[in-house]
């Protein structure tokens, strides 16, 4: 595949874009591959990519029952942050947000990945200290975070109101300075790029309806709308629809799954220069290099396979976004959506094996996967390529909730993004 590059543009745009070649071929499956990955989304096709790129294994498929991207990786807020409360979490999300840093380089493709700084903002007591403990455990770990005050807040973040008569005042905040935001679509459409140029079959609209086990148990292959298609490796990364999928080889997963919305304003001249969450009111913000407001709401209370939610969320969320943001009072919105999210009770993630010889699982990232993609793909492709899991998922396991070795960003966060 020809390289991208500034003389590239400049060659097509002398002969009308005429010879950009294809970014992925869409072939027809074959009776079998080496690997099945299914779930094309951001970490399905990392993995892919980093099997074929790190571990010579290119006889892959990746199966995807809709259009590439069109899962949670396209439907996501974008933001990127490692500032995560255990060492397992720092170490994993700190692997993924290195990797950012030169994924565009790597891919040879814009993943438009922007460091403008996260800030979480800290409304009472208990979210102070909180804060800084989440300082002091980051930077044990090598992990940017720093503390600042509301007029510090202010001043990396002009729009933000810190009147202390409001209902949830501003009294501080933790800055991650590498944190940012990168350009969702770019990352599914670079890695299946990148692996399809390594020869990776990209199969989409072909959805898997069941997982073959031999008589010793092992994976065999997967039925799909398209026919068996046979492997001694299978690697499910299908979020919201994961427990499903292992329902089909017997596996029953640790995972409710929620629907989760976003929703953006019409466009605005540059206005946000950074990305600004907030656990206690629940909301988040950024604007996108189009000028819209992105904003995120959190999850419905029960759980759904729908991609849509309740109108109260949004409502909710837009409510606290003019408490911190009053200039964004008279904005108006465009358009919302919804993804499906899959939880786990500790929320923290499990990427590694499964009881099943062959069968590996790559999901409960919550609502805060899209951040640790080139790292999650990273891991879980060594994972599959070695039959053991990187020294950085070690403790991901399926087997911390019958062992008790829970990764507990659900304690420590409250929420996790
Ligand atoms: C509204 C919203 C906002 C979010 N905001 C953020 C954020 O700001 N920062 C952050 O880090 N994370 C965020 N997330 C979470 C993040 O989007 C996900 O954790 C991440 O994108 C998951 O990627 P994935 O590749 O595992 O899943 P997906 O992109 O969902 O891919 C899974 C794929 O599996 C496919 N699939 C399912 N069942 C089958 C089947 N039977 N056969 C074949 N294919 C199947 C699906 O069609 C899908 O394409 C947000 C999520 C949502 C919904």
């Known amino acids: 595949m020809r390289k991208y590059s500034i003389f590239a543009v400049a060659r097509e745009a002398m002969r009308g874009h005429k010879g950009w070649d294809k970014q992925w071929t869409s072939p027809e499956p074959k009776k079998e591959y080496d690997v099945i990955i299914v779930g094309a989304g951001g970490h399905g096709l990392g993995t892919a990519y980093y099997l074929a790129k790190e571990h010579g294994i290119t006889n892959i498929a990746v199966i995807e029952k809709g259009w590439l991207g069109g899962g949670n990786t396209g439907r996501n807020t974008t ?35 922007s460091a403008r700084g996260v800030m979480m903002l800290s409304h009472n007591v208990h979210d102070v200290q909180g804060a800084k403990r989440h300082i002091h455990a980051n930077r044990l770990n090598g992990v940017d975070n720093e503390w ?31 944190g940012g935001v990168a350009r969702h679509d770019a990352v599914a459409w670079g890695y299946a790029r990148g692996a399809a140029d ?129 200039i964004f009072n008279r904005m108006k919105m465009l358009r919302s959506w919804g993804g499906i999210v899959d939880v786990t009770p500790d929320r923290s993630p499990i990427v590694g094996k499964t009881p099943v010889p062959g069968l590996f699982v790559n999901c409960g990232w919550g609502t805060g996967g899209f951040k640790a993609t080139p790292g999650s793909a990273h891991v879980f492709a060594h994972t599959i390529a070695r039959d ?18 829970l990764i507990d960003e659900a304690a420590a966060a409250a929420v996790a993004h």
């Open 79 to 113: 933001i990127i942050r490692s500032n995560y409360l255990y060492d397992e979490s720092a170490g994993l999300y700190n692997h993924a947000l290195n990797l950012w840093e030169g994924l565009s380089q790597d891919l040879n493709y814009n993943v438009m990945y």
């Open 148 to 178: 600042m005050t509301p007029e510090q807040a202010k001043a990396f973040c002009p729009p933000l109101n810190i009147s202390q008569t409001a209902r949830y005042p501003v009294m501080g905040a933790a800055l991650q300075r590498r």
């Open 198 to 326: 390594r020869g990776v079959h990209v199969i989409q609209n072909c959805e898997v309806t069941g997982v073959r086990r031999g008589a010793d148990g092992a994976v065999e292959g997967v039925d799909t709308t398209r026919g068996f298609i046979g492997a001694r490796k299978v690697g499910v990364v299908a979020a919201g629809h994961t427990s499903v999928i292992m329902e089909m080889a017997g596996v029953r997963m640790p995972l409710e799954s929620f629907p989760l919305q976003a929703l953006v304003s019409e466009p605005v001249k540059p206005i946000f220069p950074c990305v600004v969450m907030s656990n206690t009111v629940h909301a988040y913000i950024s604007q996108s290099d189009k000028g819209e407001l992105v904003i995120g709401a959190g999850t419905d209370q029960y759980t759904s396979y729908s991609q849509t939610g309740g109108l109260h969320i949004l409502s909710h969320t837009l409510d606290a976004i003019c408490e911190m943001f009053p």
């Open 388 to 405: 053991e899991p990187h020294r950085i998922n070690a403790g991901f396991t399926l087997d911390r909730f019958r062992s008790g070795r």
